[in-house]
């Protein structure tokens, strides 16, 4: 009897196929013997063409000159210049026009968001047209109206259209005044960024010292006057100099200034506003996700519009807004490459076209680009999820 009890009570046993944890890890095995043997196929594939093509592989060519211009760069380069001065300029270009149009796209998104939820009415009817019409229309469609129809229409450089602040606008594209610095101007670029520390250090006293008390202190009066008066006194006492040099119109051209092409501008214009339109939707949704008894609380403390808005309920909708933001942010990024259907030299279109299509490095050149705009994005979400994590509710 004690036998059969016992073999009552022991529990039944199963094949080591229906064990899910035994399951579960050869499935893995499996999965990743395949992956790694595409891999090996693909490479393997890649360098019998190659070599039946006599063609070779390798970064090499970044050394050789280069043969071509490009219309716009940061920095010199002529047809002496290598391929990695090459791969700099796109890669500075399309970083320029992304930190540019992110800019640009925050504010203006933002703006048009928090407008759409405005209780005047033709405030709120316009911000909806607006969304409704730009984030509905193809984006390239947008570049080639900006630029063609619009820079590509402005009157020749004799006939330019004179803007504020010494500001022109023809043909040729945005032609700005030029700051001019001397060397004495480095213990100016010192101040404003100790400024910035002392700012950010006093915002993070004033929090705490409103949590400890109750009382507010008024962070960016104090901060504002604080910086200014710091760089003022460093500015007087390093005797620093900061000119502009306008644009003056010659007989066929402007010289001086800083000449900014039809190319750039209709990109960074068009990848902003374009941008915008989602940021306001997102915006919208993240301030109307504020449950309505944040603002009846603020109210009831005598709170203003304003102060309701920018104290109690933007706060909390920035743990809503963040995550998409992101996206948008990246996508803007991703989006500049577009910038080769209108001739703006970014990386697509001259590390990726022009080199490309010289060296005939493809895998090489294009294994560079992906990585760049990998890298690009990972940065962007590497910032946006630390923000997100200071803005994020803390259990208590």
Known sequence: MASLDGARNEAPRTSLLNDPVIRGIVYQIVVGVLVVG??????????????????????????????????????????????????????????????????????????????????????????????????????LLQLFFWYFAVLKSMPAVRDSIALPLDTFINQRGLFVPKPLIDEGFTFVWIALIVALVGWFLLGRWAKARLERTGKRFPVFLAGLFGSVLLI????????????????????????????????????????????????????????????????????????????????????????VIIPPLTSQYLNLTKNSSLGAAIGYPELVNVFTGTTLNQTGRAIEVIALTMLVYLTLSLTTSAIMNWYNARVALVER
């Open 232 to 319: 003022a006194v460093v500015w007087l006492i390093s005797g620093a100099h900061l000119t502009f040099e306008p644009p003056v119109l010659n007989r066929f051209n402007f010289k001086g200034g800083v000449e900014l092409p039809p190319e750039f501008v209709a990109l960074a214009f068009g990848l902003s506003i374009y941008t915008a339109s989602f940021i306001a939707e997102t915006v919208r949704g993240g301030i109307q996700a504020v449950s309505h008894g944040q603002t009846e609380a603020a109210q009831a403390l005598g709170l203003k519009e304003g102060d309701r808005l920018r104290l109690v309920v933007v706060p909390q909708a920035m743990r």
């Open 38 to 139: 595409f891999i090996v196929w693909i490479v393997n594939n890649t360098a019998i063409n190659l070599a039946a093509q006599n063609k070779t592989t390798g970064f090499d060519f970044l050394w050789k000159t280069s043969g071509f211009d490009i219309s716009f760069s940061l920095f010199p380069f002529d047809r002496t210049s290598f391929y990695w001065q090459a791969f700099l300029v796109g890669l500075t270009n399309t970083i320029l026009v992304a930190v540019i149009g992110i800019f640009f796209a925050t504010l203006l998104g933002f703006t048009i968001g928090i407008a759409r939820l405005s209780s005047n009415y033709l405030i709120s009817r316009l911000a909806t047209i607006y969304v409704e019409t730009i984030r509905n229309i193809p984006l």
